[in-house]
């Protein structure tokens, strides 16, 4: 199956930094990778979708501004949480879509668990 | 609105002792209906994906069917390592492919 890196696995920063997590499809181009936010004992919600080469669609409420999200190629895009604060920790989820390829189908990186201080 | 409804929100059995889980949908066309498994902290694994009703997909002790208003994922004989929780998500026929996900059933199976 289609495998989806991402990095770091983990990260606390203090509040008020910025964290870049970086989302990879290791074997196969992706032209299309969404982002996710899962809070715990809660579903994956979708903050973005992201397009290579195009700026990224953000969900009703994800603030674009705070969430930059850049696509520079077909296998990876990167999330930037700028000025992380207490209520951004969470658990971050990207999924690269085989659109094309495997009708439809996303496949998940392992996830990304922002602490902020 | 769409929107994805999975029951029971969690459950326990016996290994060995079949059971159901439910995922009830609302789409407006829905291009597709998606089975994961997920780990305690670590992302969705992908499991199935049904497109229309009437089809069934099985992968060892799972199989998930779909009817125009629901699916089921069936686990037949689970062992202990078939604990985890499971995600039922679908996508919208017009929509860029994202995916709207239920809140999952956690599954324990004891020894």
């Known amino acids: 199956g289609a495998v989806v890196s991402q990095h770091p696995s983990w990260v606390i920063c203090k509040s008020g930094t910025s964290v870049k997590i970086e989302c990879r499809s290791l074997d196969f181009q992706a032209t299309t990778m969404f982002w996710y936010r899962q809070f715990p004992k809660q579903s994956l919600m979708l903050m973005a979708t992201s397009n290579e080469g195009s700026k990224a669609t953000y969900e009703q409420g994800v603030e674009k501004d705070k969430f930059l999200i850049n696509h520079a190629s077909l296998t990876l895009s990167t999330l930037t949480v700028t000025s992380a604060h207490p209520e951004d920790s969470s658990f971050y989820i990207c999924?690269?879509?085989?659109?094309?390829?495997?009708?439809?189908?996303?496949?998940f990186g392992p996830g990304t668990r922002l602490t902020v201080l | 609105e769409d929107q994805v409804t999975q029951s029971p929100e969690a459950l326990r059995l016996q290994e060995g002792e079949s059971s159901s889980l439910n995922c009830s949908y609302t789409v407006s066309g829905l291009r597709g209906l998606f089975w994961y498994r997920q780990d305690p902290g670590k992302g969705p694994e992908f499991l199935f994906t049904l497109y229309s009703a009437g089809e069934e997909k099985e992968k060892e002790r799972l199989k998930a069917t779909l009817t125009k208003k629901e699916s089921f994922l069936h686990i037949t004989a689970p062992k202990p390592e078939d604990s985890a929780t499971y995600l039922c998500?679908?996508?919208?026929?017009?929509?860029?492919?994202?995916?709207?996900f239920g809140k999952g059933t956690k599954l324990s199976v004891k020894p």
């Open positions: 999924s690269a879509s085989l659109a094309g390829v495997v009708k439809n189908e996303q496949f």
């Open positions: 998500a679908v996508q919208a026929g017009g929509s860029q492919g994202n995916l709207i």
